[in-house]
């Protein structure tokens, strides 16, 4: 049997893509991998190590996706209706304006790690070049028909919009691919649906879904049928209660809006246990510490070798959605909390920030913002960009920052100068080599609020916690073991002197 006969259907559909993809007038060709992933296993990102903890959610989440053994999958497929679970196909489009090709060819790529975050397969992405998107169909209605023949050419079930498309568009552009159509935004709510494992993340993802569901609500067939009013519906109000009733539709929104309250409800009631903490840690004046930054960055990781948390580290986009705090001891023996937050992403939805905002009030509440930044992306400025403007709209702009680069093993030292010109006070590191975590560390102690009263104490050596909330509360300057007790030189918070008072040197000695 020679080559010809050998060859599949398949790949003579490939071949006919691949021939007729440079005749596509208009398109960019959307080419690459999606780098905010990182694929190449020797690099150990995304991986568990040594230094990330004993990686508590690892195997949970990975046992969950797939079951070997419970297929049901029939050989036979003469006599019962083929079926078959496989991944979402999707094409991703796009539109830019003169000069704008770089920025969207990388949102583009950010799109595809989303899309495969979420657990599909891309097959190709387009790009076209307009002032602005058309209001009917996003792409116009030329290059939709054209988007129609590339996605039955590919066999691809789904397009995927690099914008939030209203839903005018996405009914339009439907009707004429004739495949599902969904946005930037869909994907991301779709990811930080699978990922929400607390009881309020959940709640926050779910409110976030049905604000962006509200406005998108269709009506099919018998669906946009009316309720009949009076007996004829059953209700028995008689005469002067019948009419057209509700339509399926104002149904399906009032059950939303319904649901909506409820979910808000809940998401304040959580609200007091989080001040509780937080001012339980102010009041031991204790300084905090908030990581946020771009998502798949390496917050996880960076907490992990910092603080051994052991939290969750996937190289995946919004692995991690919860809020993490642990305690971390500076140098010279402060302590503080270190907290890690949820990723930001380019474009974040409106409704995320909103339903997240409990969350984010870490960030806002917090003494030092470490901004943790992927030194290896194209795009470093627009990643820090992106994560100033959420943080200013969680009004944190008044918070002190200090910017991290993180995966320094991965760039050269030319990129290194380009990075420092971005950033002058910026701090090289790399969690899964510990290069720099002691200098990061360093910076932390020294950008932490001082304790603004000195105190000079005589404390009897049977009050050994005074001492040891002095080490752990404020600076000691000095230390020295006298006959009566332990004499003590420090900094510490006007409320701790407070309560200081009655152990005074300077009065012990009049």
């Not at 990686?55 to 083929?82: H, N």
């Not at 569901?213 to 309720?227: A, I, T, Y």
Request: glycine residues 8%; negative net charge; hydrophobic residues 40%.
């Amino acid at each position: 049997m020679n080559e010809t006969e050998t060859a599949t259907p398949s790949d003579d559909v490939v071949a006919r893509v691949l021939a007729s993809a440079d005749s596509r007038a208009g398109y960019t060709i959307f080419g690459g991998s999606a780098q905010a992933l990182q694929t190449d296993p020797a690099n150990g990102i995304g991986l568990g190590g040594d230094a990330d903890g004993e990686q508590f959610d690892r195997e949970d989440r990975a046992a969950l996706r797939r079951v070997s053994g419970l297929s049901t999958e029939l050989e036979d497929v003469t006599e019962v209706e083929y079926r078959q679970l496989r991944l979402e196909n999707v094409v991703l489009i796009g539109v830019y304006p003169q000069g704008a090709q770089t920025d969207a060819e990388n949102s583009l790529r950010e799109l595809a790690a989303l899309a495969e975050t979420a657990g599909a397969t891309v097959l190709d992405g387009l790009l076209q070049r307009r002032p602005h998107p058309d209001a009917s169909t996003y792409l116009g209605k030329g290059k939709a028909h054209e988007l129609a023949l590339v996605v039955a050419s590919l066999g691809a079930d789904t397009v995927i919009a690099d914008t939030e498309l209203a839903p005018s568009q996405r009914r339009a552009l439907e009707d004429v691919v004739k495949v599902k159509v969904i946005d930037r935004t869909a994907v991301i709510l779709d990811i930080f649906s699978q990922h929400a494992k607390s009881r309020e993340g959940k709640a926050q993802v779910e409110l976030a879904q049905l604000e962006y569901l509200l406005p998108r609500l269709r009506g099919w067939g018998e669906s946009m049928s009316r309720q009949a009013g009076g007996q004829v519906g059953g209700a028995g109000a008689g005469m002067g209660s019948r009419g057209p009733g509700e339509t399926k539709i104002e149904l399906d929104r009032r059950r939303i809006h319904t649901r909506m309250a409820k979910l808000r409800k809940q998401i304040v009631a959580m609200k007091p246990a989080r001040e509780a903490k937080r001012a339980n840690r102010k009041r031991n004046a204790v300084p905090s510490v908030a990581i946020a930054g771009y998502t798949n960055a390496g917050k996880s990781s960076l907490l992990n070798r910092v603080t051994k948390a052991g939290v969750l580290v996937e190289n995946a986009l919004f692995a991690t959605l919860d809020a993490t705090v642990r305690k971390n001891v500076t140098p010279d023996g402060r302590v503080y909390t270190i907290a890690d937050t949820v990723g930001f992403v380019r474009n974040l939805p409106h409704q995320l920030v909103e339903a997240f905002r409990s969350t984010l009030e870490e960030v806002a509440d917090s003494d030092l913002i470490v901004h943790v930044v992927d030194a290896s992306h194209p795009d470093p400025a627009g990643q820090i960009q992106t994560v100033r403007d959420v943080i200013g709209e969680v009004d944190a702009r008044h918070v002190p920052e200090l910017v991290v680069f993180n995966k320094a093993d991965l760039v050269t030292d030319d990129d290194r100068l380009v990075l420092r010109g971005l950033e002058p006070n910026a701090v090289f590191v790399s969690a899964r080599t510990g290069e720099g975590i002691p200098a990061l560390l360093e910076a932390i102690a020294a950008r932490l609020p001082d304790p603004s009263v000195e105190v000079d104490v005589l404390v009897p050596y049977t009050r050994g916690d005074l001492v040891s909330a002095l080490h752990e509360r404020g600076r000691v300057i000095t230390a020295e073991h006298e006959a009566d007790g332990t004499r003590i030189r420090a900094l510490v918070t006007p409320e701790f002197a407070g309560s200081l008072t009655a152990y005074s040197a300077v009065a012990a000695a009049r």
